[in-house]
């Protein structure tokens, strides 16, 4: 356990040395929210109903963008090998990995996710409810992008590859999403939509290590 | 953490096999305690493939891998804490200090404290605290090197480890290696460089090639 925190920390510390890491994927989620309301206009009602779906899908969008570093300059470097070799397993490496993963994507868009509901003119009753299905949703995002990350790794052109795996994937953390924001914003309990986002996260965290590691195990052979 | 390190590491009518090649087959090896082992061949005769196989990174096609008697299959994670792996990248990330790259694959296996003793070895007191992307490519390998020295582990498979390496580096290396054997732990190198690794026994990879054996059955 402790060896898992040491990679988390290990792998936090290489993306904050690497600024752009950092700054890139939120700096595309605050950027491609920003263009919906130039693209179809200032009208607020129309903003109001549009914009948990565009907050939701960029978030989504600005989590696939940094998955390819995921594994692949590790599977490079020759550090994969050795993480592989490490005595914790393959597992604990994957949940130490997505962590990191998490905490540098998932993590600046749950704070940055209000200030653009504000912007957009979400409903004042669905602010709670945007950050509780972020704090549920985005970790899965993390989850299924390290499969999608695994599964791809070596393969050339392996960044096309995976938005075409993991997208698809989303959809569901998607849909339950933004019908618990819309709920809220209607006064209904976005409470059933929460506990299925919550259902994913935990299924997620029990399944996911196991199918990355054997994926991982697969591209080091 | 208990690590009761093997007297004997050996591998059993190995095969391995890549894609759809057999690389090498009915290869036996054994290596005991204090004894080093030294890989040769032609270039594609599977040297790094049954360094990787020895290490458990590629399961072998046909065979077993044993630690004293006991199958390795039984025990993986047994397995890796007994062996240090150099492979041909070495895993030295431009942003990271030598020392903080060194520290930490140590501190991964909880050995923290043998980071300092295997800089020094390696030579690179001077270069500790320099970023790995304004490193040689001779002076990446002897951060790698550092941190096989500061795995703790006992058996070292090194991947051709004096690429790259200036005399003085490889004399550095030799009195690693000398000291780790004499510890009790064993040395396997695949290597073309000469190397004093003195009483070690040479397996030619050439031997267990199929090509040969094809062509001896075709005959």
Known sequence: MTAAFHLFRHDLRLQLRHGTDLVAPIAFFVLATLLVPLGVG??????????????????????????????????????????????????????????????????????VAPI?????????????????????????????GAFGAAVTLGARRGGALLAVLVLPLY????????????????????????LLLASFFVGGIVLIPFAAAAALRNALE | M???????????????????????T????????????????????????????MAGLIKPYIGRLEHSGASLADDPAHHRELV?????????????????????????????????????????????????????????????????????????LLDEPTVGLDTRSIAGLEASLAGHRASGGMVIAATHAPIALPGATTLDLAAFDVRFADEADAA
């Open chain 1, 171 to 194: 959809i569901p953390i998607l849909i339950f999403a933004t019908s618990a924001i819309s709920a809220a914003g209607e006064g209904l309990s976005p409470r059933p939509h929460l």
């Open chain 2, 26 to 53: 009915g290869l036996d090896f054994a290596v005991e305690a204090g004894g080093a082992l030294l890989l040769t061949g032609p270039n594609g005769s599977g040297k790094s493939s049954l360094l990787r196989v």
């Open chain 1, 42 to 111: 200032p009208e607020p009602n129309l903003l109001a109903r549009l914009a948990s779906g565009v907050i939701w899908v960029t978030a989504l969008l600005a989590t696939l963008l940094a998955l390819d570093r995921l594994f692949q300059r590790d599977f490079e470097d020759g550090a994969l090998d050795l993480m592989a070799l490490a005595p914790l397993p393959l597992e604990l490496t994957v949940i130490a990995k997505v962590a990191a993963h998490w905490v540098t994507t998932g993590l600046p868009v749950m704070v």
């Open chain 2, 2 to 24: 208990t690590t009761m390190p093997p007297n004997r590491f050996a591998g059993v009518d190995l095969a391995c096999r890549r894609s759809e090649r057999l690389v090498f």
């Open chain 2, 84 to 156: 240090a792996y150099l492979g041909h990248q070495d895993a030295i990330k431009p942003m990271l200090t030598v020392a903080e790259s060194v520290r930490f694959w140590a501190g991964i296996r909880g050995h923290e404290h043998l980071a300092e003793a295997a800089l020094a070895a390696m030579d690179l007191t001077a270069l500790r605290d320099l970023a790995g992307r304004f490193l040689s490519s001779g002076q990446r390998r002897r951060a790698a090197l550092a941190r096989v020295i500061a795995s703790g582990a006992p058996i070292w």
């Open chain 1, 116 to 144: 653009l509901g504000v912007m957009l003119r979400l409903d004042t009753n669905s602010f709670l409810t945007l950050e509780l299905s972020l704090a549920l949703g985005t970790p899965v995002l993390s989850m299924i």
